[in-house]
């Protein structure tokens, strides 16, 4: 991994706040005002599109990508160069190489995952797809090329496995991670197949699965066996990951590359399983999840029906339960990966999209909470975006 | 020939639902499909140049299997969404 350089933390924003919303029948904005307390529903924009994923570029705040597809159309990615009032398709979305004839070739189901590159590479973007695959644009989203040489890598077409190993909506490639200190530096995660970093640019990657558990009676290393659920590197401290697993939540501070089990100290009755994962933007220690049940024949709900965040604040030595405002009872729902998100002010506003279509925020990092929105689709992605001025 | 454009993929064609293509194979009137209306092509067919599973296309009433299938210029392309979806 790249030698240790300083990180440069995050200032407090003090703006408005907007919620880009991915849903499995459109796409939303939800935009705040500055104290974050009035909220503003935008018409659904593709409606009847499934929407996995709507990301703001950081470098320009105004041009945001749109992951899409349709339940008989091909994926596509839309793009929008003024927050949302247009959009274009890209010409050449990603997709696979395509195989001489008498060959089996993937096909890309739906693109998952939108990652912006590094600011100091505007236009770059990198895509994770279902089936796992990595793409890169260098034209800000307009055309898509195969990035790394993974998609086509035997070894790797191993850890992908098959789409039995996947996710009940099909395997996926997501948590594309580049290293605000170095462009170079990457890491990416595949449900299933692991957690990978590349020091060279995407040029290779390697396994980074020492220390995550797998399900009982398989061996952990094997890398197919891994399910990293969401994977967040913590913007103040760049050397420092935490991840939502199949099994556990987990922290790794490099240089080592063994990943610590920190869910083990949830509470027993909620255990240490979800899907997001959320770190604070200045505070590397502070980092938040929405666990969910994941036991017996994996119900994917709030355990017990009784929808609850945890903090912690010393990088998992202990938790604390975050539900004041949630439901007290009876309230089935999760969230889903890329569905929980905070923003940047001094106090930390937090955000998650449920399974059952309700926006819920909190303006005071977890401690109380409020329903914003209801009555949206099902909730796939929620990204908490700043906009220029 | 003519091609007759589902409701799904009529942002493409300005809502036209019926327009005039060219070529001797069904692939041929695709790619000429796609000259016309620039990305319409990757919503029906895939990178591997299979029709993608829930598209159907016919030709004169009849299901083609796949793009080879020859088209003459008077033939009718229906586009047609499955019914997978219930």
Known sequence: ?389 | MMAHIPSALRSYTAQQGEVEVEGATLAEAMVGLERRFPGIRFRIITEQDRIRPHIRIFVNGEQAQHLAAPVRPDDHIHIVCALSGG
């Open chain 1, 1 to 389: 991994m790249p030698r240790s350089r300083k990180a440069t933390s995050p200032q407090p924003t003090t703006g408005s706040v907007s919620l880009l919303i991915g849903t499995r029948k459109g796409a939303f904005i939800l935009r705040g005002d500055r104290t974050r307390r009035t909220w503003k529903l935008s018409a659904p924009m593709f409606l009847g599109h499934i929407v996995h994923h709507l990301v703001l570029d950081p470098r320009d705040r105004r041009t945001i990508l749109m992951a899409a597809r349709t339940g008989h159309l091909g994926p596509t990615i839309f793009r929008s160069t003024d927050f949302g009032k247009i959009w274009k398709e890209a010409t050449k979305p990603p997709a696979f190489l395509k195989v001489p004839e008498g060959q089996q070739g993937r096909v890309v189901d739906h693109v998952f995952w939108l990652t912006p590159g590094h600011m100091s590479q505007p236009g770059t973007w990198y895509a994770g797809t279902s089936p796992q695959g990595l793409f890169r644009s260098t034209d800000g989203g307009v055309t898509w090329e195969p990035f790394s040489g993974i998609n086509d890598d035997p070894q790797y077409r191993e850890w992908m496995g098959t789409v039995q190993d996947g996710t009940p909506d099909g395997p996926k490639l997501h948590s594309i991670i580049v290293d605000p200190r170095d462009p170079t530096h990457l890491y990416f995660a595949m449900s299933g197949g692991g957690v990978h970093e590349s020091v060279d640019a995407g040029k290779t990657f390697v396994p980074l699965v020492k220390g995550l558990d797998i399900v009982e009676g398989f061996d952990p290393a094997v890398v197919t066996f891994h399910d990293p659920h969401c994977v967040r590197l913590c913007p103040s401290n760049p050397d420092r990951l935490y991840q939502q697993n199949h099994c556990g939540t987990y922290r790794l501070d490099r240089p080592s590359t063994t990943w610590v089990r920190i869910g083990k100290n949830m509470p027993k009755n909620v255990g240490d399983i979800g899907f997001p994962m959320v770190v604070h933007p200045r505070d590397a220690d502070r980092a938040w999840v929405f666990p969910m049940d994941g036991s017996t024949v994996w119900p994917r709900v709030s355990p017990g029906g009784k929808p609850a965040a945890y903090v912690t604040k010393n990088a998992g030595k202990s938790w604390v339960r975050l539900d004041k405002g949630f439901p007290r009872t009876n309230a089935w729902w999760t969230v889903k990966r890329q569905a929980m998100t905070a923003d940047a002010h001094e106090s930390v506003g937090l955000y998650l999209g449920t399974t059952q279509g309700e926006i819920w925020a909190s303006r005071n990092e977890g401690a109380t909470w409020t329903c914003i929105a209801k009555h949206l689709p099902e909730i796939y992605s929620v990204e908490a975006a700043a906009l220029r001025r």
